[in-house]
Nanobody
Framework: QVQLVESGGGLVQPGGSLRLSCASSGSIFAFSSMAWYRQAPGQSRDLVARIFKIGGPYYAESVKGRFTMSRDNAKNTVYLQMNSLKPEDTAIYYC????????WGQGTQVTVSA
């Protein structure tokens, strides 16, 4: 069973930046797509960004122009660069891989607060 491990969360002031990483224990080519989701307290888990084996990433409207998802195939890792962070970006961020079955990481907390 391939495992996904997120890192890079933390506390940042509004307008700041963070880069999240999601490392796979196996090849990320096993996944037809990989994605970042987030879940705020009392809210549903929502898609933030998705990247496919071939083709550019898709972004949720709320993060377009601020967040960038990328992949490093050699390191079996995907990233989420988050700039111009807002308090409403506060959530637990989860990495997801689709291999026919959904694989989830354990999540990493992002808190945007002054």
């Amino acid at each position: 069973q391939v495992q996904l491990v997120e890192s890079g969360g933390g506390l940042v002031q509004p307008g700041g930046s963070l880069r999240l990483s999601c490392a796979s224990s196996g090849s990320i080519f096993a996944f037809s797509s990989m994605a970042w989701y987030r879940q705020a307290p009392g809210q549903s888990r929502d898609l933030v960004a998705r990247i496919f084996k071939i083709g550019g990433p898709y972004y949720a409207e709320s993060v377009k122009g601020r967040f960038t998802m990328s992949r490093d195939n050699a390191k079996n890792t995907v990233y989420l660069q988050m700039n111009s962070l807002k308090p409403e970006d506060t959530a637990i961020y989860y990495c997801n891989g689709d291999s026919g079955l959904a694989v989830w990481g354990q999540g990493t907390q992002v808190t945007v607060s002054a």
